[in-house]
DNA sequence: GCTTAGCACTCAAGGATATGGAGTGCTAAA
DNA sequence: TTTAGCACTCCATATCCTTGAGTGCTAAGC
């Protein structure tokens, strides 16, 4: 059977209407709406047309009908219309990213937070790095009796630091020694180069300071570990319960979970390869829990080799179109903020914090 | 009327079987409890006592009792056993602690998680400065042309560094004499103290390194800021749907949201007087939200300035004995941990790390 | 005087049964 | 090819009924 326009056209109204009520969607229905100048006879004709195509479904057989995960990914892919921003919208999204955002663990968790409230769905924020990160730089500070500060200066201008305590007394030039040695030997490489030859050879050549070279070395490799990490947020799931799909709480509560955990590991690599803005309709998802809700996700570029990544996921009834035409805007200006800060002429910096 | 002590046992029946069924409590069930030797028809007479004291409830008629807020009160003061925890319970909780806890912010995230964990309900973790911190050194580094490291050693041993490019040529000696005049100037001030004067004393010292100084003051202002703020995490909240008093969907969500905003902003000032373990039933929280949850909370010490505090909500019929014992467990293994590092001989670091 | 057995009463929960209405498929006429 | 009409299906909701857990009270027992 072929896909006429007309088709297409039920198609949309139907999915449409059931994004608007999470109801079953009749043939009187569709002819209620403007621009649908048939008989609720011959919709109830296309229809049964598009049910057999199995584009749609029905719950039994004096229902309406509902889509089908062919009818929504045709929906997504070639039927839905695009959804344009009020400036309304544009101007909340930007004022509120415009805070600036310090650290990237901390904007994580605020982009999560923002897209959330901005399509009342939870959402998953990440950022992660691409590529490996070595260290450009070592740096030794005396900080008063057996007190030192290590500063590593890493790959795209982070900079990471640490106070060893150590009880060792080390005159300037010892430490200003074993920093020579540090940087000759260990800069530029990557986490995967650290071989233990390696290490002995620093260890060899530190002199005096020698007892200082592990911990360093330890917290090098440590540091080098976190950076290719990757950072997750996920936030404001309890919107959830508000949509009538996950009024029956189990499903909540499964879902819920799911997507605290698991897909908090899997997403990061089906974003992997996909650009752009990537839908995933309900049972395409690869856990058993998610079979019925749907994930909308969109990259962005932070710039210094990391990747961020924001989603929202809600049922599979989701209105597409705004969710996506909100997320990438999200991104988009993300992307902006990130590529030319706003003060182009002052610092552009590395922002540190140490706790414990 | 009298609080007998055989009303006192009845009392306590009663809320350690609600606590464990959730269902009215009927005087029958009280008779089929080891040691209570009475009939079901004395049961009834000391039910209806209590109930006239005010510390049972009936929802109707023909039901069970259920324990009101007073009832819960004295339950929770006076009657509840201890719960002692299994050797199971305590190791499973060292041993969760005893992964190295880096950065304060991280660690409060992976306490909550810890404990919510230990609870199965959701839980809230903080941690907040006492005290305002101030600058003890100021150290700053070449990093490359037109680029700098500054590095703060704050009070407590805290460690911040700042990556500041600025397109400016200036040699080893200005930034030592840069740092030399921040030193002598800017250490040991509370952010309070931050006076126009004062920075500008040090803009006409710093010759020419003086367009360095408002982005390092900047910084060291906000840093300070930042550490006299507090870091919080609310974590597993699905786990109250579980619960069948939040089976009611609108509850729930009410719950949640409430506990994910506004308790966040509230509780910490809960907290500020009360020592050892705190425990607000229902009717006694402020939020409308939850009147009918119940909130435990704890402080415990992280040193350096630092207080900690856990928390868990719950509905009010929780399992007061085995949450408190559980969180004041907790509480003290944290506050060991951070008392006496496991191996004192070696390098007790401040970790830090800059991003963006 | 306290305790207990017995009894009548209450009331929510849950199952069974009716009823209304929304929606369908099909047929026949326009 | 479209549409009006009609018989049919089946869910949702309301209503009624039954069941059983639990109560309060009274009177007998220890």
């Known amino acids: 059977m072929e ?13 449409d209407l059931y994004i608007r009520t999470a109801e079953p969607v009749g043939s009187k229905a569709i002819t209620e709406l403007p621009d649908m100048k048939y008989s609720s006879a011959t919709i109830r004709n296309e229809m049964a047309d598009l049910t057999a195509m199995g584009y749609l479904e029905q719950p039994h057989t004096s229902a309406g009908r509902i889509p089908s995960a062919a009818g929504y990914r045709l929906y997504v892919d070639e039927l839905m219309l695009d959804y344009r921003l009020s400036m309304d919208e544009t101007k909340s999204i930007t004022n509120a990213i415009e805070e600036k955002m ?11 937070k923002l897209v959330s ?16 990160a070595c260290v450009q730089r070592f740096e030794l500070i005396q900080a008063g009796q057996g007190s030192f500060i290590l500063v590593l200066m890493l790959s795209g201008d982070r900079v990471v630091n640490k106070l060893i305590k150590l009880p060792l007394d080390l005159s300037e030039s010892d430490l200003k020694l074993l920093s020579a040695v540090l940087n000759a030997t260990m800069t530029e490489i990557p986490l995967e180069g650290f071989t233990t ?6 260890m060899r050549s530190a002199g005096t300071a020698a007892s200082l070279v592990p911990v360093i070395l330890d917290f090098t490799q440590e540091t080098l570990k976190n950076h290719a990490a990757t950072n997750m947020a996920v936030v404001g799931q309890s919107r959830l319960l508000g949509l009538p799909e996950y009024r029956d709480v189990d499903k909540a509560q499964r879902v819920m979970a799911s997507i605290d955990e698991e897909a908090l590991s899997n997403l990061p690599a089906v974003m992997q390869d996909a650009n752009g803005t990537k839908v995933i309709v309900g ?27 924001i989603g929202v996921v809600g049922p599979t009834r989701m209105d597409y179109a705004k969710v996506t035409a909100r997320l990438s805007y999200f991104a988009e200006s993300l992307s902006k903020m990130f590529a030319k800060p706003e003060t182009p002429q002052l610092p552009q910096a590395e922002k540190d914090d140490a706790e414990q």
Chains 1, 2 share one sequence.
């Open 3 to 15: 896909l006429t326009e007309r088709k297409k056209k039920v198609l949309r109204s139907v999915v």
């Open 102 to 112: 310090q650290r990237v663990d901390k904007m994580v968790e605020k982009v999560a």
């Open 117 to 132: 409230q901005a399509t009342n769905l939870p959402a998953i924020s990440a950022a992660s790095r691409s590529g490996s």
């Open 197 to 202: 030859q390696l290490m002995d050879r620093v």
């Open 283 to 309: 049972p395409e998802n690869v856990a058993d829990e998610l079979k019925d809700t749907s994930v909308v996700m969109t990259k962005f570029d932070i710039g210094d080799g990391l990747q961020g990544m």
